[in-house]
């Protein structure tokens, strides 16, 4: 189970938070260079997949290999070649733009003329360059969040999780912020995105979708729609969460 | 670790509220406690019962009132008439002597001399027993000197504190608390923003260690720690002329493992608190009330109820004070204070390996 493709394999993927089971026996894989849309409603069980596969947190059972390594024994090997973005807003509203950049490349060991390089190719291509020595609080939330994501990509990880990076961001935003999550994929990053905008998941190579802890569907966004005959994921959504609940009752 | 370092330090000079508690709370205190909030005696006005009234018990009044603390209260004769100018508050304390108190001194005798104090302030009251007592024993040193050979008249000297200056007993006492405040409650606090502002779930997930993470946080605040102890001492030394009677490196060393004691203290609060407000209510509840109140800071340990006794010595300040005083004040060494010292260490020892499980924990 070491497919040089995948960078990430998960078999039967568990966590248990005493009698609640909130991934139940999770089994997908993530290519390589992929889009991966991580689909599901609110606790439905995606923060707590994407934290195991982070080392964040430690699964109950499974086989779990991120970027080929082993999420129980090798979280350190892992943790080099990941980055992360949450949906908690993760710069310091402190410091400034370049502060921030020079903090974050710091502690992926990056050195310092590479950092310098990395943080003006950035902002270049966000247009802000004169905006590096800006305190991050008076920057609106639109470009910190495109700012938060640069960091979590800035040390070129294998993979890059973001965990519902367009919460309470405007539509045009949020279409700036895919652009710049293609840009990334096309430049070998694969990327691991969770979203309850089903509108996103168009935007995803493949997607899968999570109802009360165990992924119902995982295939393009094109066979699911013919699958569920569906015009768009919205529809998909609701059909897979509308079966659950009524096998629920 | 470098970059971490930094960020801390910017994180502190921009975060006005975290300058003041810094560089403003020593400043303050000190100067609040050296000239508002002393307890030391003062005019205070102090009758007189003298039944006898011979030369002996004369020199003896004159001595108290000649001392400066004490002014001539009312010139009373009976038990009656001493309740009665307490409860109207015209004297804080009375001095009853013996009757026919030279005579019982010739013959070998031992008269008494009483003090009344007013104990509805149990500190003043206390306070004024011991200086009228200092004063007489004094009187009694000169009147044994004298009659067994040549006059000396010997000088009163209150060890250790000899003007009974209440800031030198407060310097202590407010290098104490600023180190725990500073220490504690600023790393717990920083620490509890990174986890309300989601960045420590960065961290965490970056390639640092989590004790990497916890040295780079603690490293700023142990630098200002200490440059705020050692203002603290220059502050208090050429205003109040607070002296380092003992050796000033082993002060320096013993403030060291006190500032590593609260900042164990600190990471260990932050590990059981998830926001800023919970950190600052718990460094507020759990360290500060304690620090003040049961350090002996303030409410001599001796004086309280045996339970609270017991409390008082899981209390770190407890011992640190102890061991400052000892340097400061009386100018001794280790040999007299290793093993407050080593319950300090150990206390360290615990609250470390406490958060570092702790920390585990969290993280699995």
């Known amino acids: ?249 | 670790m470098k970059r971490f370092v930094i960020k801390e330090f910017l994180h502190i000079f921009r975060d006005v509220r975290s300058m003041v508690i810094l560089f403003g709370m020593p400043l303050v205190q000190v100067l609040l406690f050296g000239y508002a909030i002393t307890n030391e005696v003062k005019d205070v006005h102090v009758s007189v019962v003298d039944p006898s009234h011979d030369q002996v018990t004369t020199a003896i009044q004159q001595k108290l009132f000649a001392s400066g603390y004490f002014l001539q209260g009312e010139v009373l004769y009976s038990q009656s008439e001493i309740e009665e100018s307490f409860r109207k508050g015209r004297n804080k304390m009375v001095v009853v002597f013996d009757d026919n108190f030279a005579q019982k001194l010739e013959r070998g005798e031992i008269p008494s001399i009483q003090l009344i104090a007013d104990a509805s302030d149990p500190n003043t009251a206390n306070l004024l027993v011991n200086y009228a007592n200092g004063i007489i024993a004094g009187y009694n040193q000169s009147l044994s000197v004298s009659t067994n050979g040549p006059v000396i008249v010997p000088e009163i000297r209150m060890m250790y504190n000899p003007a009974l200056k209440g800031v030198f007993m407060f310097v202590p006492g407010i290098i104490t608390i600023l180190l725990m405040l500073v220490s504690a409650m600023m790393t717990s606090i920083s620490i509890a923003r990174e986890k309300e502002l989601g960045t420590m779930e960065v961290l965490l997930v970056s390639p640092l260690k989590p004790l990497h993470i916890i040295a780079g946080k603690v490293m700023p605040y142990v630098l200002l720690s200490f440059i705020n102890a050692i203002s603290i001492l220059i502050l208090s030394h050429y205003v109040f002329g607070v002296p380092v009677n003992g050796s000033l490196a082993l002060l320096l060393a013993e403030s060291m493992l006190f500032i590593v004691l609260a900042l164990s203290l600190g990471i260990f609060i932050s590990t059981v608190s998830n926001n800023q407000q919970t950190a600052m209510m718990l460094s507020m509840f759990a360290l500060m009330l304690p620090t003040i109140l049961l350090s002996g800071f303030i409410f001599p340990v001796e004086n309280m109820p045996v339970v609270l006794q017991w409390l008082s010595t899981i209390m770190p300040p407890r011992w640190f004070i102890l061991i400052i005083k000892s340097i400061m004040l009386k100018g001794t060494g280790l040999a007299y204070f290793w093993k407050e010292t080593l319950i300090l260490i150990a206390m360290t020892l615990v609250f470390i390996l406490a958060s570092v499980k702790k920390f585990k924990i969290r993280l699995s």
């Open chain 1, 1 to 249: 189970m070491n497919n040089p493709e995948t960078a990430i394999e998960a078999k039967d993927m568990v966590k248990q938070f005493g009698s609640f089971i909130a991934n139940d026996h999770l089994t997908f894989s993530v290519y390589k260079g992929e889009i991966f849309g991580f689909l599901g409603a609110n606790g439905a069980g995606k923060t707590t997949a994407i934290r195991i596969l982070c080392g964040l947190s430690r699964p109950t059972s499974g086989e779990i290999r991120v970027a080929g390594y082993n999420v129980f024994t090798e979280t350190e090997k892992i943790k080099k070649r990941i980055g992360y973005m949450s949906q908690r807003f993760s710069l310091y509203e402190d410091l400034t733009v370049s502060e921030n950049f020079r903090f974050y490349g710091g502690i992926y060991g990056m050195s310092r003329t590479s950092i310098r390089k990395k943080t003006g190719e950035m902002l270049e291509r966000l247009g802000i360059t004169e905006l590096s020595s800006t305190i991050i609080a008076s920057l609106p939330l639109g470009i910190r969040q495109k700012l938060a994501f640069s960091v979590a990509i800035m040390h070129t990880p294998e993979i890059v999780f973001l965990d519902e990076p367009t919460g309470g961001v405007d539509p045009i935003t949020r279409r700036q912020f895919w652009t710049m999550i293609y840009e990334a994929a096309e430049a070998g990053i694969t990327v691991f995105v969770t979203t309850h905008y089903m509108d996103e998941a168009e935007y995803c190579n493949r997607v899968s979708i999570m109802v009360d802890g165990r992924i119902e569907a995982l295939d393009t966004p094109a066979n699911l729609k013919l699958k569920y005959k569906a015009s768009n994921m919205n529809d998909v959504f609701l059909k897979l969460a509308r079966n659950a609940g009524a096998g629920r009752e």
